[in-house]
């Protein structure tokens, strides 16, 4: 039975901490937050009796096997960067693995940091992008695998919030439909302005689209904003789209927030509705299951280790270097320091 620890016990780790009813080899024994109201609150309804208001003491004496950080990437008031100070203190204390809630980065410094501990540190990080855990999603995977809407040929992605806050998720439904290809180049757009400042600690461009080469020839479209992801959606919330179309030679899979199509030549088109709740919470657990069995196994390397998932973060920058630029960006690329600032000026 592997020992976890939270940091941070506001509404998105409810989810984290709800998905443990349906984890069978690890127990949340332990929470942090600097709130005490919130901190008391969570453990309460989660009868967790071990709290505390202070990181490095709750390192020292749990020694948790897993830490997942639940915490913004940016302090709103400060826009100050969190996400590579606290991984680096996690590697520093030498916890095992750790979660870290998506985005990995916002901008080129921050990105430059992580990739940096990324190829030092021992501690096995991955980025908390659940969706591709998701068992109809699973499913439909399985049958892109085994053939049955023949070589993919193109990928149509979107999600109707912006790149900043939803981006990893679409990102990472793409690459686990292609086995991980990397990106090597693209050309993006983006406009607005009003989600520039912090906005609520994902500041970003309002809307951002693009057109993706990947490595292995395939072709991707991507599309986040609320006028850029309208089409193909089934549910009128900003947060309740997010989508992957994957189009082959012999049929298509689609799977969206609450429902799925599929078509192949054996067994025609099939659809139906998906509860993502239900769906959600087994995707969490199946997601941290997935860290003990690397955890377990060097060879089993989780979906969405770090270096992976820092190429899908530095396509989403890329986009915003393109769109600024007007040029197409080779993949990878270093993204250039202060580029909030300059979104800022230009938009």
Known sequence: MYKTAMLGCGGRARGHADAYRFVKRGKLAAICDMNEERLNTFGDDFSIPSRYTDLDEMLEKEKPDVLHIVTSPVIPSSEERLRYPLMKQVSDHGVPAAIVEKPVAIEGEDWKQIAGLAEETQTKFVVNTQLNFHPKNLALKRDVAEGRIGEIRFIDASARSRAAEQGGHVL????SYIDDAHPVRVLGQIAGSEHLNSAGGHPGPTHTAGQVLYENGVHV??????????MASDDPGIYGHKRVFVAGTKGFV????????????????EGGPLNYGEEDAVAQANFTEAIFDWLEDENSVHPTHLKQSLVENNLILGMYHSGLTNEIIE?????PDGLMDTLREKL
Do not use: K, N
């Open 331 to 335: 993949l990878p690329f270093e993204p």
């Open 172 to 175: 990472q439904l793409v690459s």
């Open 221 to 230: 479209s991507i599309a986040f904003g609320t006028e850029m992801a309208q």
């Open 254 to 269: 689609h799977w969206r927030f609450s429902s799925w199509e599929r078509s192949t030549l054996e067994g025609g088109y």
